[in-house]
């Protein structure tokens, strides 16, 4: 499962690449406000595309079809490695099959059913982000959503990923890996927390104990 990292923190994203853990990057625009407030998307989306190389998802501010498809091609100019957020809803059917016909990597997002993630990888989207913590928040078992899309998209033979955001801890990340999602938009905190188990850091303290307990050679 690729691991695209939420944040536009250009420090964060170098560790991420240092550790070779980098996939893409999720670069959303209060991030950005909160890190920078005199930078623009498109000034840092360059920043990190010329850096770093990678994917990186930006969403567009409009569900009017018109601003969908000009804030899109403006943010797709600014670079070859943009991926284009575009929300799932009526108005967006024409400007995504259009961005799709211009070259355009359109990731449709706000997708809630299998229904839905047909029609956007039929008009080309591909990538689906599937928030899950809304689908969770219905009563519905998140993971098995993420599995019906997955049996869909394939079904089809739809060259499109599946997308989760955002996992809530290391056991949701599991059920979305073995659901068959193909990305996962990973904040840094998550990240710490997929490092972590209580059962790691008893065995550690065990190991450092016994460590603590070998015999030590007398020094000359």
Known sequence: MKIFVQTAVVSQIKEWADADLLDGVVLSPLDLAVDDPTATVVDRLTEI???????VCVPVAAINGADIYREARDIARASEHA????????DAVAPIRKLVGDGVRVCATHVYSGAQAFIAAKLGASMIAIDVREIDS???PSAEMVAQIR??????????DVAVTPAQNSMCFTN???AGADTAFVTTDLFA???????TDRGVDRYL???SKRHKPRSL
């Open 209 to 211: 104990s016994a460590l």
């Open 138 to 140: 219905q009563g519905r």
């Open 49 to 55: 595309a010329v850096g770093f190389g990678v994917p």
């Open 151 to 160: 049996a869909v998209i394939d079904k089809c033979g739809f060259e499109c």
């Open 176 to 178: 979305y890996l073995l």
């Open 83 to 90: 991926i284009v957020q575009v929300p799932f809803v009526e």
């Open 193 to 199: 927390s997929l490092m972590v188990h209580s059962l």
